[in-house]
């Protein structure tokens, strides 16, 4: 069984910066992963995805040239380095593993999320 988790969220003013990390857990760490977040009353929706080898890396528009998608394979994480962050930029953050694209339906594993908060 794989585990995900979440750490690295929390309260920060706009502009600002957070670094959120995934650990992953229960088997082989090989396969791409993704980051997800949902803000109060919206979907979930695709933030960044990452290739096994960190060789392809796909954004949203809404977080390109803000946001940095990274993995450390020898220590099973995976990490979003978030800087300028705006309030439309509160939401909670999961990390998801198995897929590479934008749909939550390609991705079999989820973490439990980790609440980013940004203060206008």
Do not use: H
């Not at 979003?80 to 198995?98: H, I, K, R």
């Amino acid at each position: 069984q794989v585990q995900l988790v979440e750490s690295g969220g929390g309260l920060v003013q706009a502009g600002g910066s957070l670094k959120l990390s995934c650990a992953a857990s229960g088997r082989t760490f090989n396969t791409a992963m993704g980051w997800f977040r949902q803000a109060p009353g919206k979907e979930r929706e695709f933030v960044a995805s990452i290739s096994w080898a960190g060789g392809v890396r796909n954004y949203a528009d809404s977080v390109k040239g803000r946001f940095t998608i990274s993995r450390d394979n020898a220590k099973n994480t995976m990490f979003l380095q978030m800087n300028s962050l705006q309030p439309e930029d509160t939401a909670v953050y999961y990390c998801a593993m198995g897929g590479i694209g934008t749909a939550l339906r390609e991705y079999a594993y989820w973490g439990q999320g980790t609440q980013v908060t940004v203060s206008s």
